[in-house]
């Protein structure tokens, strides 16, 4: 069993940015990538990207690229969502995922096999 705990998240102003952190522990050695997804109120959980765990290899949602950045330390069994230039659309509860197979619907929610209990990000314009 994966267990996943996300932290990091909080309010802050429009333009600023901040480092979302997942702890994977529980059989991390299962893990084939991690995935960060969003969910604001009222609407859809959204893939934001994914990393695989072992190569390090990310990729992002096009709508994502250049201002998320997600990174990883394999040691630490932690995995980073960097966000920068924040904005007040991006203001939703943060979740990271594992996946234990390789995949190529990647952005689909399903495909993950473990889910933590999300980080609320607020963005104050």
């Known amino acids: 069993q994966v267990q996943l705990v996300e932290s990091g998240g909080g309010l802050v102003q429009a333009g600023g940015s901040l480092r979302l952190s997942c702890a994977a522990s529980?059989?991390?050695?299962?893990?084939?990538?991690m995935g960060w997804f969003r969910q604001a109120p009222g609407k859809e959980r959204e893939f934001v990207g994914r990393i695989v765990w072992s190569s390090g290899r990310t990729y992002y949602a096009d709508s994502r690229k250049g201002r998320f950045t997600i990174s990883r330390d394999n040691a630490k069994n932690m995995v980073y969502l960097q966000i920068d230039s924040l904005k007040s659309d991006d203001t939703a509860v943060y979740y990271c995922?594992?996946?234990?197979?390789?995949?190529?619907?990647?952005?689909?929610?399903?495909?993950?096999?473990?889910w933590g209990q999300g980080t609320q990000v607020t963005v104050s314009s």
């Open positions: 529980g059989g991390t050695f299962r893990i084939y990538a």
């Open positions: 995922a594992a996946d234990l197979s390789y995949t190529t619907i990647y952005n689909n929610p399903s495909v993950y096999e473990y």
